[in-house]
């Protein structure tokens, strides 16, 4: 893959694939990745939210029955945009799981993330950036995922 050298854990160029194609991606590899265990899972793209703030539409909503019926809730967002996420993305991530009382949240991005956006990575929230053809873990806190 041809990185960044400013930012050598991101990609030089975005992934070329529109924005709704991005999330459907993302959600599709979602649920790949949770066939087979035992639990139960249902994913909405574009789902909605409600909390005291109001409604959110979520980009990838994911709910988890677990453990015999124990259910969790987890936010996706999917950034797709020519820069590297902010900080300021993941922080509010971070708000809208506290506002709906969603148990984890996912940020996945086709340019990667800011030194910033890494650094803060809340226990809450994941940053995931879909590498084409790498794996493992490449910074802490960011999973490259490939094909």
Known sequence: ??????????????ADITPSDFE??????????????????TT??????????GEYEID????????????LVILVECKH??????????LVLEAKLRDVGAHK??????SGFQKG???YEPPTASLRSPLSGASGRTR????????
């Not at 893959?1 to 975005?14: G, Q, T």
């Not at 949240?105 to 086709?110: A, K, Q």
């Not at 802490?140 to 094909?147: C, H, I």
């Open 81 to 90: 945009q020519a820069r590297p996420v902010e900080r300021k993305e993941a």
């Open 1 to 14: 893959m041809d990185r960044n050298p400013e930012s050598s854990w991101n990609p030089r160029v975005p």
């Open 60 to 71: 990838v909503l994911v709910r988890l029955s677990v453990f015999g019926g124990v259910g």
């Open 117 to 119: 956006a890494l650094e």
């Open 44 to 53: 909405e793209h574009l789902g909605l939210v409600e909390g005291s703030g």
């Open 105 to 110: 949240g996912m940020l996945f991005s086709t």
């Open 140 to 147: 802490p806190g960011l999973q490259a995922l490939g094909p």
């Open 24 to 41: 459907t991606l993302v959600r599709d590899w979602l649920v790949r990745c949770g066939q087979g265990d035992s639990q139960q899972m």
